[in-house]
Protein backbone atom coordinates (compact mmCIF):
# COMPACT_ATOMS: atom_id res chain seq x y z
CA UNK A 1 0.00 0.00 0.00
CA UNK A 2 1.44 3.04 -1.05
CA UNK A 3 1.82 6.17 1.82
CA UNK A 4 0.81 9.33 0.21
CA UNK A 5 2.34 12.48 1.90
CA UNK A 6 1.65 16.03 0.71
CA UNK A 7 3.19 19.51 1.78
CA UNK A 8 1.20 20.67 5.04
CA UNK A 9 -0.02 23.55 3.01
CA UNK A 10 -1.46 21.59 0.17
CA UNK A 11 -3.17 19.20 2.97
CA UNK A 12 -4.29 22.29 4.39
CA UNK A 13 -5.90 23.79 1.78
CA UNK A 14 -7.56 20.15 0.22
CA UNK A 15 -8.97 20.01 4.22
CA UNK A 16 -10.24 23.46 3.66
CA UNK A 17 -11.89 22.65 0.18
CA UNK A 18 -13.44 18.98 1.42
CA UNK A 19 -14.79 20.94 4.42
CA UNK A 20 -16.23 23.50 2.54
CA UNK A 21 -17.99 21.21 0.02
CA UNK A 22 -19.24 19.39 2.65
CA UNK A 23 -20.88 22.05 4.72
CA UNK A 24 -22.50 22.80 0.92
CA UNK A 25 -23.76 19.84 0.33
CA UNK A 26 -25.68 19.44 3.92
CA UNK A 27 -27.09 22.80 3.50
CA UNK A 28 -28.34 22.06 0.09
CA UNK A 29 -30.00 18.97 1.06
CA UNK A 30 -31.57 20.34 4.11
CA UNK A 31 -32.77 23.49 2.08
CA UNK A 32 -33.81 21.07 -0.30
CA UNK A 33 -31.75 22.69 -3.52
CA UNK A 34 -30.56 19.60 -5.41
CA UNK A 35 -29.45 21.80 -8.63
CA UNK A 36 -26.36 22.70 -6.50
CA UNK A 37 -25.83 19.45 -4.77
CA UNK A 38 -25.99 17.26 -7.92
CA UNK A 39 -23.63 20.16 -8.99
CA UNK A 40 -20.83 18.74 -6.59
CA UNK A 41 -20.65 15.18 -9.22
CA UNK A 42 -20.15 14.90 -12.76
CA UNK A 43 -21.83 12.52 -15.44
CA UNK A 44 -19.82 9.82 -14.11
CA UNK A 45 -20.50 10.04 -10.58
CA UNK A 46 -22.14 6.93 -8.72
CA UNK A 47 -23.54 7.00 -5.82
CA UNK A 48 -24.20 4.19 -3.54
CA UNK A 49 -27.14 4.22 -0.85
CA UNK A 50 -28.27 1.63 1.46
CA UNK A 51 -30.69 -1.44 0.38
CA UNK A 52 -31.28 0.50 -2.90
CA UNK A 53 -29.74 0.43 -6.28
CA UNK A 54 -26.92 2.80 -7.06
CA UNK A 55 -27.61 6.24 -8.88
CA UNK A 56 -25.22 6.99 -11.66
CA UNK A 57 -25.31 10.55 -13.33
CA UNK A 58 -26.37 13.73 -12.15
CA UNK A 59 -29.81 13.48 -13.16
CA UNK A 60 -30.28 9.87 -10.88
CA UNK A 61 -28.19 11.45 -8.24
CA UNK A 62 -30.09 14.45 -8.07
CA UNK A 63 -33.60 12.77 -8.22
CA UNK A 64 -32.39 10.47 -5.47
CA UNK A 65 -31.73 12.84 -2.79
CA UNK A 66 -34.56 14.71 -3.48
CA UNK A 67 -36.29 11.12 -3.25
CA UNK A 68 -35.38 10.85 0.29
CA UNK A 69 -35.40 14.43 1.40
CA UNK A 70 -39.08 14.44 -0.14
CA UNK A 71 -39.85 11.06 1.98
CA UNK A 72 -39.23 13.23 5.12
CA UNK A 73 -35.61 12.36 5.47
CA UNK A 74 -34.40 15.82 6.95
CA UNK A 75 -31.96 17.32 9.45
CA UNK A 76 -28.90 16.26 7.96
CA UNK A 77 -25.49 16.21 9.66
CA UNK A 78 -22.05 15.58 7.99
CA UNK A 79 -18.86 15.24 10.51
CA UNK A 80 -15.53 14.58 8.24
CA UNK A 81 -13.40 12.45 10.51
CA UNK A 82 -10.30 11.46 7.75
CA UNK A 83 -9.32 12.72 4.17
CA UNK A 84 -6.39 10.48 2.29
CA UNK A 85 -5.48 12.68 -0.63
CA UNK A 86 -3.72 11.73 -3.68
CA UNK A 87 -2.39 13.39 -6.09
CA UNK A 88 -5.75 13.14 -8.40
CA UNK A 89 -8.54 11.95 -5.97
CA UNK A 90 -9.13 12.90 -2.19
CA UNK A 91 -10.51 9.67 -0.29
CA UNK A 92 -12.86 11.61 2.46
CA UNK A 93 -15.02 9.29 5.37
CA UNK A 94 -16.63 10.46 8.22
CA UNK A 95 -20.32 10.06 10.18
CA UNK A 96 -23.61 11.25 9.78
CA UNK A 97 -26.66 11.67 10.92
CA UNK A 98 -30.33 12.13 10.14
CA UNK A 99 -34.04 11.88 10.94
CA UNK A 100 -35.59 9.28 9.33
CA UNK A 101 -39.72 8.94 9.09
CA UNK A 102 -41.49 6.01 10.03
CA UNK A 103 -44.45 4.59 7.98
CA UNK A 104 -46.21 5.08 11.70
CA UNK A 105 -46.11 8.78 10.92
CA UNK A 106 -43.05 8.84 13.59
CA UNK A 107 -39.56 9.77 13.44
CA UNK A 108 -36.26 7.98 14.81
CA UNK A 109 -32.84 9.35 14.08
CA UNK A 110 -30.22 7.53 11.88
CA UNK A 111 -26.16 8.03 12.22
CA UNK A 112 -24.05 6.18 10.23
CA UNK A 113 -20.75 6.44 8.22
CA UNK A 114 -19.76 7.28 5.18
CA UNK A 115 -17.08 7.58 2.57
CA UNK A 116 -16.75 9.65 -0.63
CA UNK A 117 -14.65 9.69 -3.30
CA UNK A 118 -13.34 12.96 -5.14
CA UNK A 119 -11.69 13.28 -8.44
CA UNK A 120 -9.70 16.72 -9.31
CA UNK A 121 -11.18 18.27 -12.10
CA UNK A 122 -8.92 19.62 -14.97
CA UNK A 123 -10.02 23.06 -13.91
CA UNK A 124 -9.09 22.12 -10.41
CA UNK A 125 -12.13 21.68 -8.75
CA UNK A 126 -12.81 18.73 -6.89
CA UNK A 127 -16.29 16.85 -7.87
CA UNK A 128 -17.83 13.47 -5.98
CA UNK A 129 -17.03 10.12 -7.92
CA UNK A 130 -18.55 7.75 -5.47
CA UNK A 131 -20.16 8.65 -2.68
CA UNK A 132 -22.04 5.27 0.04
CA UNK A 133 -22.94 5.25 3.26
CA UNK A 134 -24.81 2.93 5.99
CA UNK A 135 -26.37 3.12 9.07
CA UNK A 136 -24.64 2.31 12.34
CA UNK A 137 -28.12 0.77 13.54
CA UNK A 138 -29.45 -2.67 13.24
CA UNK A 139 -31.30 -3.28 10.72
CA UNK A 140 -35.13 -3.68 10.35
CA UNK A 141 -36.70 -7.58 11.13
CA UNK A 142 -37.77 -9.02 8.17
CA UNK A 143 -41.86 -9.29 8.33
CA UNK A 144 -42.27 -13.19 7.01
Not at 16 to 36: A, H, K, P, W
Request: charged share 15%.
Amino acid sequence: MATVRAIPSQVSDIENRIQSMTQLFVRCYNEGDFETLASQFTNESVVLPPNQRSAPGISAIRELFKWFHDAGANNLKLDVTNIVQGTEMVLVSGTYSITMPLPSGTHFHDRGKYLTNYQRQNNGDYKIIFDCWNSDLPPAPLVP
